[in-house]
């Protein structure tokens, strides 16, 4: 039987039963007729994809519409600054490059510094401004286009956007955010107002173009609630409904849960070493193996709930190694340990890569950032 | 016995007991000693303070303090947008220019385009930004030092202001608003978070300074619920407390109530023509004359119910002048129909010498912009 779980885009806590989320958020699963479609699009399906990393959205057949008649429209995702990327945060970013070099579609990246210091009491303005420049560099190691992608603080950018966060938020109540987001009368000014400057970025590509552009939003699932209330109002306010493509989250290291940036031990950082990455891994990482050695190789292990395996799947693109090693864990042929340390060299081998284009990104924000 | 009153900064209606106001408020009234002080710091008094047109305030002892050290203080005042104006929407500004002229001191004057259209069902922010720059050309007519003087429209100045008016929001509930103006749960999110952009042009001083500055709000008493909460949050997120003076409202040409620019024909717009001034005048303000001129000749006219009595308390600067008026109209010595020829005369002079600048000013609204 499932376990209690909440998803909204504040708490995420519990043992997440996706089929239910995805009833209870109204989106709909990524199909096979829609995988199909997009493979003849790109050619080739990205291994999120496959191995249903993302895996439901809202409305992308009407994304792939305007794809397969030409039509632009543009990408959005976001980082909300209060602390340092972890592997978790980086999946629908790897993912969004995929899309704009798919698409040559333009990004806009926002990273609402605002928001977590209205939703977490003892953090500053200046520590998310700090977390925005440090994130930033995570976000240009992804290998996006510099002339394809902006990127933007809500408050240095509220200029471009308080307008139609207002226009936004004349659509909407006090009561549909009690509904939606569970607020109540103690929740603060900020936090109430906050869900209209996150979906102004759906809005922006239709002002930028000076014409109606559909807007696709890859972003983990408990973002989607806002993107759900934007398609409600923006035909209100003249804007064409955003549209998503959900991907689940990257587990925390521990059994159950997701990789969460304010439990360190159990989150592998982009700016950890390589023997931090090992020590983690081998401390915590939660185990699909079996008791003993013995009955190991009797049973097999299970690489469903193997969080090493877990992190393959995300970070291991090669579809036949990643194969050989689930049919070598589950016959148990290969040990956890084994298993373990194939994950250390993956994760070690991405960030090594990481870390130097991150190094390289110091000399590079100015390009990317959308300052007026 | 009062009738039922309702003042908030978004209605204002009945008949209003400024006595039991000021209480409701918690503000103060200006006393003779404050008055002295100022009378001491200026060499005269405005005769909107002899008159009791500016009669209340918040903390305003705080800014003679600073007046008397030599210390600079900022003057902001603000206009929401969302029709034309009129006589009385000018008060605060005069008096305003007459602080600027008295104190050399900066003001601030905020436009907030967002509010009315936040608050009305029917207006765009097209109507209310077209509002805007008419309006403006009445506030530079008042006279403003351009150089001391810096006017801004909320939706183009809100990258300066939306960071600030988050740090409000993040120390205000929603049950405080609910308490403070009224509020439920079907309020918008846009009107529930105004009054922190309401909030912030009082912090921009010590902002714009680079250290503590205190600031001096002019305006009519229906805005104060806004700078109370202010002065509640200010010391929370590092600000001076805001300080208030505050006037009445300019009555209605009918009896009751205050000048309304949604009710046109008991209104005079600085647009007006001396033709309309006069119909207007001749036909709707209210009289505190007798039913007939012998009634009026034995028993004497009621100045202080009288509109157009009440107008040149406003705008006859002269105290010897309106003193005679007063004396005349209370003996029966004075018709009702010289005195509204008297109004008229005064208002079409004001107007006349106020519409060439108005005219003028087109010219000047750079000047005057804070765009950046």
Redesign the interface.
């Known amino acids: 039987m499932a376990k209690e779980f909440t998803v909204t885009p504040w708490e995420v806590k519990g043992d997440i039963d996706y089929d239910k989320l995805v009833k209870q958020f109204g989106v709909k699963l990524l199909d096979d007729n829609i995988l199909k479609r997009l493979e003849k699009l790109t050619g080739e399906l990205h291994y999120f994809l496959k191995r249903k990393v993302f895996f439901s959205h809202m409305y992308f057949d009407s994304i792939l519409n305007d794809a397969e008649t030409k039509k632009k429209f543009y990408l959005y995702t976001g980082r909300a600054p209060s602390g340092p990327v972890h592997l978790g945060h980086l999946i629908p970013w790897i993912f969004c490059k995929w899309l704009q070099d798919k698409f040559d579609a333009h990004l806009l990246f926002q990273i609402p510094d605002?928001e977590k210091?209205?939703f977490k009491e003892n953090l500053t303005?200046e520590d998310t401004k700090k977390w925005a420049y440090e994130n930033i560099l995570d976000i240009i190691a992804v290998g996006f286009d510099s002339k394809k992608t902006k990127i933007f603080l809500?408050?240095?950018?509220?200029?471009?956007?308080?307008?139609y966060?207002?226009?936004?938020?004349?659509?909407?109540?006090?009561?549909t955010?009690?509904a939606l987001f569970g607020?109540?009368?103690?929740?603060?000014?900020?936090?109430?107002?906050y869900?209209?400057m996150q979906s102004v970025p759906a809005f922006l590509p239709t002002i930028m173009e000076g014409k109606p552009t559909q807007c696709l939003i890859p972003c983990a699932i408990d973002q989607n609630p806002h993107f759900n209330l934007s398609r409600d109002v923006a035909p209100k306010i003249g804007f064409p409904k955003p549209t998503t493509i959900l991907c689940r989250f990257l587990p925390s290291l521990a059994e159950g849960g997701k990789m969460s940036a304010s439990i360190e031990s159990t989150s592998i950082f982009t700016h950890d070493t390589p023997e931090q990455v090992r020590n983690k891994i081998l401390k915590y990482a939660f185990s699909g193996g079996r008791d003993t050695v013995e009955e190991h190789r009797e049973k097999g292990g299970v690489p469903e709930i193997d969080v090493s395996y877990q992190y393959l799947t995300y970070y291991l693109a090669d579809d036949k190694k990643l194969k050989q090693i689930y049919e070598d864990y589950k016959s148990g042929k290969m040990l956890t340990g084994e298993l373990k340390g194939i994950a250390i060299e993956v994760i070690n081998r991405f960030l090594k890569n990481h870390q130097a284009k991150r190094e390289k990104a110091k000399d590079q924000i100015e390009k990317f950032m959308l300052r007026d």
Do not use: P, Q, W
């Open positions: 605002e210091f209205l303005l809500d408050t240095e950018y509220a200029g471009h956007m308080y307008k966060a207002c226009m936004m938020a004349k659509k909407t109540t006090f009561s955010v009690k607020f109540t009368d103690s929740n603060n000014l900020g936090e109430i107002f869900t209209t």
